[in-house]
């Protein structure tokens, strides 16, 4: 009676109980704020009352006070145990009960704030993680196209998080062969992410058009270091696989080295020689690439820093010795992929990953195994020009610094129905082009290409007459008429260049010869309805008739 009359005056609204049974039942119904709590009471002590409320309160804090005229150590020791916060001894003192109610109510609002603001927190990173989710299935649609699914193509991507600071595009070329790329954000989840979407766009956009993996580079860069703050950049790795020749052209910037594995179990290693992308300018970028021969069934594996930067339990980094190790023990087609990646995985066994890591394997196949590959198709607008004529001029120094395909196929693909036929179209152009430029103008002979030692030397001596060719031309001509019942149509090309000429009946007229030179002169043939040279071979015209679907 006395306790319940300090606690009205004091302002409190007071609930009576007899008992810690009544107590218990009392909270559950009313849930005050505060308890306090005698230690002897019949039927139900305080320390078991004790006990059920603090269940019942759950997250909340609801302080309790014990009101005893215990002493000794072990009594009260007795009732912090059972989750009492607090003991006041009888008899107590109006003044400091007022003094512990006080404090205990600055906690008890100091711990809902915390709750509210838990919650809030809780509610927005739930909406963040919807928000996430979404953001990721377009960014697959977006990043994950291509061929990554091809036949001599293996690959492991593990992020740590739910968008990956790694990336990996694949993309088969509409003059056969593919591009590959592998990179590497600074940093890791959306903000590395975002840089791939641009990139993905350029990556995918520009291989189906034609363009040359050191246009992609150089564009890829440009538009990285207009969107990526100053600390952010890619560490990054392209291949221009050539199934055709055998060769790949490979540019490494800031990712770790590479390898070639050959059959005879040795090993090329592929260094980075680049800055990563995204931080030199235009003007200081280079995009020169390392060409490397890769006998049928050679494999090139690829890795980001995420393989040698793993750690084990003690804090060891895997390294680039343990991985070389682990390629050394490989036996079978796919023996370095499998042998590196099941050391990395029981090197860091038990401990989270700090970094993603993205493994790639490239296999050297066939081209006619990948004819089940489907070719990226820039989307049709289902409108555009269909009878046309076009004259495209280069001379001199532009022959060597501008490659006009892309932009020819470009043109080109403005036809409603014609993109389905890219890959003939890319192939026509770019192989009467490079006849010209290369046989024509520079008047490389082609033989020098009937060994993989002589594509080396084919394409050094083509770099070099291109540094000091300093005259000549080549004219290209495009027309296209559609057919009267609209379901096709014809597209004329004509090649002349300011070369002196050849016999074109001496060029191979099929594609049934293992030699590595003399095919695209017949591979044009074979494509197109019908192929006439001029009598002193320097101007060629090509018709290619062309179906809708």
Known sequence: MILNAILTRQGHEVIMAEDGAQAVEAFEQQRPQMVLLDVLMPNMDGLEAARRIKAAAGEDLVPIIFLTSLSDAESLASCLEVGGDDFLSKPYNRVILRAKINAFQRMRDLHQSLQQERDRTDQRNRQMMREQALARRVFDNIADRGCLGADNIRFEASPMSIFNGDVLFASPKPSGGMHLFVGDFTGHGLPAAIGALPMSEIFYGMTAKGFAIGDILKEINRKLCNILPTGFFCCAAM???????????????????????????????????????????????????????????????????????????????????????????????????????????????????????????????????????????????????????????????????????????????????????????????????????????????????????????????????????????????????????????????????????????????????????????????????????????????????????
């Open 239 to 549: 291949v221009d696989l050539n199934l055709r020749s055998g060769h790949a052209e490979v540019w490494n910037g800031g990712l770790p080295t590479a390898w070639i594995l050959r059959h005879d179990g040795t090993r090329d290693e592929l260094r980075s020689r680049h800055l990563p992308l995204g931080i030199l300018s235009a003007e200081r970028f280079s995009a020169a690439c390392e060409r490397h021969t890769l006998a049928l069934g050679e494999h090139m594996l690829l890795a980001t820093d995420g393989v040698i930067e793993s750690s084990n339990r003690e804090g060891e980094l895997f390294g680039e010795e343990r991985a070389i190790a682990a390629i050394n023990q490989r036996s079978g087609p796919h023996g370095g992929f499998e042998c590196l990646r099941e050391a990395v995985h029981r090197f860091g066994e038990g401990v989270v990953s700090e970094d993603d890591i993205t493994i790639l394997d490239l296999a050297m196949v066939p081209e006619s195994a990948l004819n089940t590959v489907e070719h990226e198709v820039l989307p049709d607008t289902g409108a555009g020009p269909e009878q046309w004529r076009l004259q495209y001029d280069l001379e001199d120094r532009t022959l060597a610094r501008f490659n006009p395909v892309p932009l020819l196929l470009h043109v080109c693909m403005d036809v409603p129905g014609l993109r389905l036929c890219s890959g003939d179209v890319y192939t026509i152009i770019a192989e009467l082009f490079t006849n010209a430029l290369e046989h024509g103008v520079l008047r490389l002979p082609s033989g020098l290409k009937d060994s993989p030692s002589g594509f080396s030397r084919y394409y050094s001596e083509r770099e070099r007459l291109l540094g000091q060719l300093a005259s000549g031309w080549v004219s290209i001509t495009l027309s296209h008429r559609p057919h009267d019942d609209g379901a096709g149509g014809t597209l004329l090309v004509t090649v002349a260049d300011s070369g002196p000429g050849f016999d074109p009946g001496e060029t191979a007229s099929s594609l049934d010869h293992e030699r590595l030179s003399g095919r695209g002169i017949a591979l044009v043939q074979t494509l197109c309805h019908d192929v006439r040279w001029n009598s002193t071979g320097n101007r060629v015209e090509a018709e290619y008739i062309w179906r809708a679907g």
